[in-house]
C-alpha cells in the first residue's frame, strides 16, 4: 500500500492489512514466518512541510537463527508504533544541524512512502539486540562445535588470554632472568 500526500492533504489515511509472508524483505537473517497484520492511520503534520505521522499496532511472528545455539526461532511481535518521516530534503542538511529531535525522525523520497517499508522498520526495531531462542540457551561448544541444549559435550575450554603471548614469547627469547 503506497500513502501519497495527495491523499494525506484531503484527509488521514487509516489502514488495515495483512501482509503474507515473503512480501517484505528483512535482513539476510530475519524472514517472516506468518501473515503480519497491521491496522492504524497516517496523517499529515504540517502542510508546508510535508511531514507524515504514521501510528498504529501490528502483529507478526519472525523466524531468525539463534545468536547462540545457531538453530532456528520463532520471534512473536506485537507492537504499537507511532513514527514521523520527513522529506528527504529536508535531511540534506549537514550534520552538525541536526538536532536531537530529528534522531527519531524518518525521511521519505518522492510523493509518499511505502507502508511495507514503514512496517518493516518497526518490525526491525521491536527485535531484540540479540536474538536467542530462550533466555537459558547454553549455545554450541567453542570447542567441538556441538549444540549444549542438545546433548553436553564434555569438552573442556582451555582460557587462555592470548593479550600476553607476544611478552611470554619475547620473555622465552631473552633467556633466563637473573
Not at 528483512?26 to 497484520?37: F, N, T, V
Not at 518490525?123 to 540479540?130: D, E, I, K
Not at 530462550?134 to 567441538?144: D, H, M, S, T
Amino acid at each position: 500500500m503506497f500513502i501519497s500526500l495527495q491523499q494525506l492533504e484531503q484527509r488521514p489515511v487509516r489502514f488495515n492489512v495483512d501482509v503474507p509472508a515473503g512480501e517484505i524483505e528483512y535482513d539476510g537473517k530475519i524472514s517472516q514466518a506468518a501473515e503480519l497484520h497491521a491496522e492504524g492511520s497516517a496523517q499529515l503534520l504540517n502542510h508546508s512541510l510535508g511531514e507524515i505521522r504514521v501510528n498504529g499496532k501490528l502483529r507478526v511472528t519472525v523466524e531468525a537463527t539463534c545468536d547462540r545455539c545457531l538453530e532456528k526461532a520463532t520471534f512473536p511481535i506485537d507492537n504499537s508504533f507511532d513514527l514521523v518521516y520527513m522529506p528527504a530534503a529536508q535531511s540534506s542538511r549537514g550534520e552538525d544541524e541536526i538536532d536531537e529531535a530529528a534522531i527519531e525522525v524518518g525521511y521519505y523520497e518522492g510523493n509518499g512512502l511505502a507502508l511495507n517499508d514503514v512496517l518493516r522498520e518497526v518490525v526491525l526495531l521491536a527485535l531484540p539486540m540479540q536474538l536467542v531462542c530462550q533466555e537459558a540457551c547454553k549455545g554450541i561448544c567453542p570447542v567441538c562445535g556441538q549444540n549444549r541444549n542438545q546433548r553436553d559435550c564434555g569438552c573442556q575450554a582451555e582460557a587462555v588470554d592470548d593479550r600476553w603471548s607476544l611478552l611470554r614469547n619475547f620473555r622465552a627469547e631473552a633467556g633466563p632472568q637473573n
